[in-house]
């Protein structure tokens, strides 16, 4: 296959996934800006009103750390496939949990258990920030390796402990097993 067709083919189901991940959101009931009426390129509070609601927000680094697990993942478990089709399975995957995220059952569960008190689920346009922070973090994690993989995600967890008093780590740890004296930490 030649090197343009390749590269035609991955365009092409990259556009499948993303119009699947758009149909659901939108059957999902998601808007696609934030309600406020204004679009915002970042917005740096963790925890306001209009987090997850516009393009790029605190939480986005830690889907940049999603890439850099599914580079991990997709090398580990599909390694004899070529990079072009393990970064659609990345791609795939993102989409995959973004549909999940923006199930009433998370937003419920980010609601009740984490330091999201407020959460009413993503914009389509913050999940597409949400995807391309995924996408930009497989393509890091490409770029540096295991070993400072692994370094660049520890910085980011610590950073974002610091910063937001959240991280990945503690959002799935508070997800599924969730605990009271973190909650405490958490909220000051």
């Given at each position: 296959?030649?090197?343009?067709?390749?590269?035609?083919?991955?365009?092409?189901?990259?556009?499948?996934?993303?119009?699947?991940?758009?149909?659901?959101?939108?059957?999902?009931?998601?808007?696609?800006?934030?309600?406020?009426?204004?679009?915002?390129?970042?917005?740096?509070?963790?925890?306001?009103?209009?987090?997850?609601?516009?393009?790029?927000?605190?939480?986005?680094?830690?889907?940049?750390?999603?890439?850099?697990?599914?580079?991990?993942?997709?090398?580990?478990?599909?390694?004899?496939?070529?990079?072009?089709?393990?970064?659609?399975?990345?791609?795939?995957?993102?989409?995959?949990?973004?549909?999940?995220?923006?199930?009433?059952?998370?937003?419920?569960?980010?609601?009740?258990?984490?330091?999201s008190l407020g959460y009413t689920g993503d914009t389509i346009i913050n999940s597409f920030?949400?995807?391309c922070c995924c996408c930009l973090g497989f393509i890091i994690a490409r770029r540096l390796?295991?070993?400072?993989?692994?370094?660049?995600?520890?910085?980011?967890?610590?950073?974002?402990?610091?910063?937001?008093?959240?991280?990945?780590?503690?959002?799935?740890?508070?997800?599924?097993?969730?605990?009271?004296?973190?909650?405490?930490?958490?909220?000051?």
């Amino acid at each position: 296959m030649n090197y343009f067709h390749r590269y035609k083919v991955m365009l092409f189901v990259s556009f499948v996934i993303l119009v699947l991940w758009v149909s659901v959101l939108r059957l999902e009931g998601r808007f696609w800006f934030c309600s406020c009426g204004h679009f915002k390129l970042w917005i740096g509070e963790p925890c306001g009103s209009e987090t997850s609601q516009h393009f790029l927000d605190p939480y986005s680094f830690t889907h940049i750390l999603h890439g850099l697990i599914c580079c991990g993942i997709t090398a580990l478990l599909l390694g004899k496939m070529s990079v072009e089709k393990r970064f659609l399975a990345t791609l795939g995957m993102e989409a995959f949990w973004e549909m999940i995220e923006n199930t009433n059952f998370f937003i419920y569960r980010y609601r009740t258990e984490t330091l999201s008190l407020g959460y009413t689920g993503d914009t389509i346009i913050n999940s597409f920030g949400d995807i391309c922070c995924c996408c930009l973090g497989f393509i890091i994690a490409r770029r540096l390796g295991l070993k400072w993989s692994i370094v660049a995600y520890a910085i980011i967890e610590l950073a974002l402990l610091f910063w937001i008093k959240d991280s990945l780590t503690l959002n799935i740890l508070m997800l599924i097993y969730p605990i009271e004296a973190i909650k405490r930490w958490q909220l000051g």
